[in-house]
């Protein structure tokens, strides 16, 4: 049995459409290293240049955010499930030359 | 504060009476409810997606003032989900269109048109006189400056927000509860996350979180009904799945913390980075591109759309290589030849150029400018534009 990790619709077109995938980890930091080993173009959007989880991506074990909770460091244990929840804005694209 | 708990309430007519009979039959709305929505004046930002649900059942539901922010136009392409528009609004203001459906569905709600872009000039001007916000706007600099601009004036901020299949909802704002930015600091850098105008979006999914906002509002004025503030209600619309997940007030927010770094509004264009210089790429037109083809030179065209997107129209000699597998294609191409890369509107395409010079690509790359539908819309009118 592993860690399950939910990926929201914004970073599947990085894990080959997958919804959801499974890894190993005795830290929530571990889990998606693992995570991110397997899916080598997420990883540039879950950590920023220095390795820290990027601001715009929260990730919940349960309903808790792990910045709330031990943060990387923080315990999972076999059979949780981690859920990525990125920042979503929708719309138009953002760029300066298309504001108002 | 909260809706208009403070407010001496007016009377109602027996029409009024009669058109509002179904909330009044409910002991949670009843009269002084329904005197409570009349009394009430909501903002909505963005005439779009959200607004669309959130200006009919408000009005519907008899909200006595709305007001709506939006300096856009209809298009075309709106109307697969923003349903307060049709088609003879095409090209109209979004924000008058929206006003003149409202007065037609409830000609006894005061509407008041706002058709600006909200600026961290004018927002607490256009924000103050309302009891209620929601956020139905479709960028982050706005997101920001809604948030931050509704923390000090303490005023509730109903928010949602969508990207293709899936949905966040909930109240920023409350008396003692998180804001935006306890939950997300800050916005991701310009051109990592791809927009609904290129990743697309599920006509319904803004019909379902707009109603969830609306829901939101109205019991917000109504009062004594408990809140989405401090949970945050994911929609995956594709798994039909509801997922709900607890926002702590952050004691060190940079706004809404214990000792606020942030006091008035700021550049929300620079906060989000799309201030920062992006580094240039070399462009070359659709009718430039044309002509070199012509002239028999060699170029190798990539196409960075997605393999779905490439059905709606294949590029001709173009080799695919999707946006998400890029920094994998270094081998596949010739640097002695130049490589023309394209997509939607010429965003990612840019973005790819980028990541390759970065892997360390040596051969000289040039962005379609506009994309195909540059292509469609000055060498081959034969093609949708999309």
Request: hydrophobic share 40%; proline share 6%.
């Amino acid at each position: 049995m592993a860690v399950t990790i939910l990926i929201p619709t914004a970073l599947r077109a990085f894990t080959g459409r997958q919804s959801q995938a499974q890894a190993d980890g005795k830290t929530v930091g571990e889990v998606l290293k693992a995570f991110a080993d397997a899916n080598p173009d997420v990883r540039q959007h879950l950590y920023d240049e220095n390795g820290e989880l990027r601001s715009f991506v929260n990730v919940y074990i349960g309903d808790v955010n792990i910045r709330n909770a031990g943060g990387l460091g923080g315990p999972i244990e076999d059979g949780d499930t981690l859920t990525l929840v990125p920042a979503i804005a929708g719309g138009v694209v953002c760029e300066p030359e298309q504001k108002p | 504060m909260s809706g208009t708990g403070d407010k001496i309430l007016a009377s109602m007519t027996n029409e009024e009476i009669s058109r509002y009979s179904r909330h009044l039959l409910l002991p949670e709305v009843g009269m002084e409810g329904q005197k409570r929505l009349k009394a009430a004046k909501v903002l909505i930002i963005g005439a779009g997606g959200l607004g669309s649900p959130l200006g009919l059942y408000l009005a519907a539901a008899g909200v006595g003032a709305l007001g709506i922010v939006d300096f856009d136009v209809v298009e075309e392409s709106n109307l697969q989900r923003q349903i307060i528009h049709g088609v003879k609004d095409l090209n109209r203001p979004k924000a008058f269109s929206a006003r003149d459906r409202i007065r037609d569905l409830n000609p006894r709600v005061e509407v008041a048109v706002h058709n600006v872009g909200l600026t961290s000039e004018n927002a607490l001007d256009i924000l103050h006189k309302y009891d209620v916000v929601v956020d139905g706007t479709d960028n982050y600099q706005t997101r920001y400056l809604v948030n931050d601009a509704c923390v000090f004036l303490q005023i509730p901020n109903v928010y949602g927000s969508i990207f293709q299949f899936e949905g966040q909802a909930t109240v920023f704002g409350a008396e003692n509860g998180p804001c935006y930015r306890c939950l997300y600091p800050s916005p991701p850098p310009p051109g990592l996350v791809p927009s609904c105008a290129e990743g697309g979006v599920l006509g319904v999914l803004p019909g379902i979180i707009g109603c969830i906002q609306a829901c939101e509002v109205l019991k917000l004025i109504i009062g004594n009904a408990p809140s989405l503030a401090g949970r945050l209600l994911l929609f995956d619309a594709w798994r039909m799945k509801f997922r709900e997940f607890k926002i702590e007030k952050d004691p060190d927010c940079p706004v809404c913390g214990d000792n606020p770094s942030i006091e008035e509004l700021v550049d929300y264009e620079e906060f989000c980075g799309l201030k920062a210089e992006e580094e240039p790429v070399d462009n070359i037109s659709a009718r430039e591109l044309k002509a070199r083809l012509d002239r028999g030179e060699a170029v190798q065209i990539v196409d960075v759309r997605e393999a779905h997107e490439r059905e709606i129209f294949v590029f001709p000699g173009a080799m695919p290589v999707p946006f998400s597998r890029i920094t994998q294609s270094e081998n596949t191409l010739n640097p002695s030849v130049d490589a023309v890369f394209i997509c939607k509107v010429g965003k990612r395409s840019a973005h790819a150029i980028r990541a390759l010079r970065e892997v360390g690509y040596e051969g000289r790359m040039l962005n379609l400018e506009d994309g195909v539908n540059a292509w469609a819309r000055d060498v081959d009118p034969s093609l949708p534009i999309y």
